[in-house]
């Protein structure tokens, strides 16, 4: 499988915190994507970060990349309950198609 | 916003059954996808099309197949449904751009349950 997968499977912290997700993958890609799921819903797109960039913001998201570790992480600032959520990453392994490969998800629970 | 609306929230078959899951998008996208969802295995795909009647198999299309007849449209089949195809399932879809730039927009998922 070319997955990518996400560490740690699930973090618990306290709000105002800072919350690091990290996701490996093994093949080449073009670009990174971060995706939040609330609980039994779909999934929504947070962030993409392609292959030639090293780091990249959006409001209190900040997603770094690492292509010769084949790594990238998502940071979330100064968390709120309202963040409680899965996170996955996914990766395109060059496709061009479109298709994606998600990784298993990060729980992330934020306690008030 | 891109809306992805697929045809029930819940479902509940037997079985046997043969199953249909309907999912539409509303912004003429090139790419559909089918995926299912089960407890720490993460998102799987099934089966994609990126064109009308146009598909490619996934990493998990045993027990399944899809039809897209119409762009806004991907459907996925159940041909006799069985207790293994328990699980969430989520169609999402994406335009095509070079480099596969585009991000994916999800529907809200069905959750099949398979007595």
């Known amino acids: 499988s070319q997955q990518g997968e996400e560490d740690p499977q699930a973090l618990s912290i306290q709000e105002g915190e800072n919350a690091t997700m990290n996701c490996s993958y093994k093949t080449s890609i073009n670009n990174l994507q971060w995706y939040r799921q609330n609980s039994g819903r779909g999934l929504v797109h947070l962030i993409l970060i392609r292959s030639n960039e090293r780091e990249k913001h959006s409001g209190r998201l900040r997603v770094t990349l690492d292509t010769s570790k084949k790594s990238s992480s998502l940071l979330i600032t100064a968390s709120r309950a309202a963040d409680t959520a899965s996170y996955f990453c996914?990766?395109?392994?060059?496709?061009?198609?479109?298709?994606?490969?998600f990784g298993r998800g990060t729980q992330l629970t934020v306690w008030p | 916003d891109v809306k992805v609306t697929q045809s029930s929230r819940y479902l509940v078959k037997r079985t046997g059954e043969k199953v249909f899951l309907e999912c539409v998008q509303d912004?003429?996208?090139?790419?559909m996808f089918w995926y299912r969802q089960d407890p720490g295995l993460g998102l799987r795909l099934i089966y994609f099309s990126y064109d009308v009647k146009m598909k490619e198999k996934g990493d998990i299309p045993e027990g399944y197949s899809v039809s897209r007849e119409k762009k806004e449209r991907f459907s996925l089949i159940l041909e006799s449904a069985s207790t293994n195809q328990t699980s969430m399932y989520l169609c999402?879809?994406?335009?095509?751009?070079?480099?596969?730039?585009?991000?994916?927009?999800f529907g809200p998922g069905t959750r099949l349950t398979v007595l």
């Open positions: 996914a990766h395109d392994r060059g496709s061009t198609l479109g298709r994606l490969y």
């Open positions: 912004m003429d996208h090139e790419n």
């Open positions: 999402a879809s994406t335009r095509r751009l070079a480099g596969g730039r585009e991000k994916q927009f």
